[in-house]
C-alpha cells in the first residue's frame, strides 16, 4: 500500500508538490513519473492512470518538464556532488559548470549533506523535476558509486569520481599513475637511504585506494620494501598526527592530498626533522597554497579543467545518440618543488 499523500501546501508545507511526493502517492518509482511525463509507451495504462490521478490530487505542475516535451530539451544539466569543501570536488564542481557553459547548457547542482541511499534518490528527483538532460555525479564515495549504478535513471548518466580506466559513462583522472608518479619520485631522491612511507586518505574514496594501489605498485617494481602507512581523512590535522606517528628510517613519504601533507610539514618540523634533507614529501593534487607552504610542497596536478570539459562531452555524445562512450582517463603531471628537492 503506497503511503499517504503530503499535506496540503500552506504555511506548514510551503514547498510544490515534486517527482518524488506523485511517485510515493501512486506507488511506483521516479523513473515511471518521468516515463509517463514523457509519454514513454512501456507504462501499462492502468499505472498511467493512477500516475496521473496522483499528479492531479497534489496538483502537480510539470513546470520546466512539461516545457520540454515538445523538443526533448531543456538546456540543463544536473550536478550531484559532495564534500565541496575539499579541493579536488569543489574544483570539479567549478569545471563542470565552466565547461557546460561553454557548450551551451546551464547546471542544476545538488550537494549531498550525507551519502546514503535515500539522500541520493532524492537529489536525484530534485534534478528530474527540472527535466535535466543528463546528470553528472561527482561523488567518489564506494557505496554512493554502487548506489548510482542502480538508479536506473531516464536519462544519461556521467561519472567523475572513481572511475575505472576504459569504463563508459565515466571520466576520470589517472590516480594510480599519480600514485606512481610520486612514489617513483621519492624513490630516486632517497635511493636506498630509508623507506617511503604513504599518508592515506579515507578507506572508502575510490581515489584514496587507487592512489595507493599506485605506491604499492611502483615500490613493487623498483623492488623497494613498503615504509608505513598512515591513515588519513583528507584534513591537515591527520596529516600532522600522521607525521606525529612517523617512525624513524623513513626516508620519504607519499601523502595522499596537499592538505595532509601541510600538516606532515608541520609535524616534522615540530620533531627537528629538516625537509627534504631528512624526510622528502609528495602531496597530491597541487592546490593553489602548496607552492606556498614551506618548503614549497612537491605534488601531483590534477587537470580538473580537462576532467570537466570531457564529462560534459560525454553528455552531449550520448544526447547526440552514442551509445556507451567512453573516453580515457586524464593524465596527472609531477610538479617537483622543494619539500623532496632541495632548491639549487
Given at each position: ?15 510544490p ?11 511506483v ?26 499528479m ?32 579536488g ?5 567549478v ?19 550525507e ?24 561523488v567518489?564515495?564506494r ?89 588519513g ?13 612517523l ?34 614529501v ?51 603531471e ?11
Open positions: 500500500m503506497p503511503p499517504p499523500p503530503p499535506p496540503p501546501r500552506g504555511a506548514a508545507n510551503p514547498r508538490p515534486s517527482m518524488a511526493d506523485v511517485a510515493a502517492l501512486a506507488g518509482s521516479h523513473q515511471t513519473v518521468s516515463r509517463v511525463l514523457n509519454d514513454h509507451p512501456v507504462v501499462r495504462p492502468e499505472t498511467r492512470e493512477r500516475v496521473q490521478a496522483a492531479q490530487q497534489l496538483g502537480y505542475r510539470r513546470n520546466a518538464a512539461a516545457r520540454a516535451l515538445a523538443t526533448n530539451r531543456s538546456g540543463l544539466i544536473g550536478l550531484v556532488a559532495a564534500h565541496l569543501g575539499l579541493h570536488p569543489g574544483m570539479i564542481s569545471a563542470v559548470q565552466e565547461a557546460a557553459h561553454d557548450a551551451g547548457y546551464a547546471v542544476a547542482q545538488v550537494g549531498l549533506s551519502l546514503s541511499e535515500q539522500e541520493l534518490r532524492r537529489h536525484v528527483d530534485r534534478l528530474l523535476d527540472q527535466a535535466v538532460e543528463a546528470v553528472v555525479v561527482a567518489a564515495q557505496a554512493a558509486l554502487d548506489t548510482v549504478a542502480v538508479l536506473d535513471l531516464p536519462v544519461p548518466v556521467v561519472l567523475v569520481e572513481g572511475v575505472a580506466p576504459g569504463q563508459p559513462m565515466a571520466v576520470g583522472i589517472d590516480q594510480t599513475t599519480g600514485g606512481r608518479l610520486a612514489t617513483g619520485h621519492l624513490l630516486d631522491v632517497v635511493g636506498a637511504r630509508g623507506l617511503v612511507a604513504h599518508v592515506t586518505g579515507p578507506a572508502d574514496w575510490v581515489e584514496a585506494q587507487l592512489r595507493r594501489e599506485g605506491w604499492r605498485a611502483e615500490l613493487e617494481d623498483r623492488g623497494a620494501a613498503p615504509g608505513p602507512e598512515l591513515a581523512d583528507w584534513s591537515a590535522r591527520s596529516g600532522y598526527e600522521a607525521g606525529l606517528r617512525p624513524d628510517g623513513v626516508a620519504g613519504v607519499f601523502v595522499g592530498n596537499d592538505a595532509m601533507a601541510v600538516g606532515l610539514l608541520r609535524a616534522l618540523h615540530e620533531r627537528g626533522l629538516r625537509v627534504p634533507d631528512d624526510v622528502a609528495v602531496g597530491f593534487d597541487d592546490a593553489p597554497d602548496s607552492a606556498y607552504a614551506w618548503p614549497p610542497l612537491s605534488t601531483v596536478r590534477q587537470d580538473f579543467a580537462a576532467l570537466g570539459r570531457l564529462a560534459v562531452d560525454l553528455a552531449v555524445r550520448t544526447l547526440g545518440g552514442e551509445a556507451d562512450a567512453s573516453v580515457g582517463l586524464v593524465q596527472p609531477l610538479v617537483v618543488r622543494t619539500s623532496s628537492t632541495p632548491a639549487g
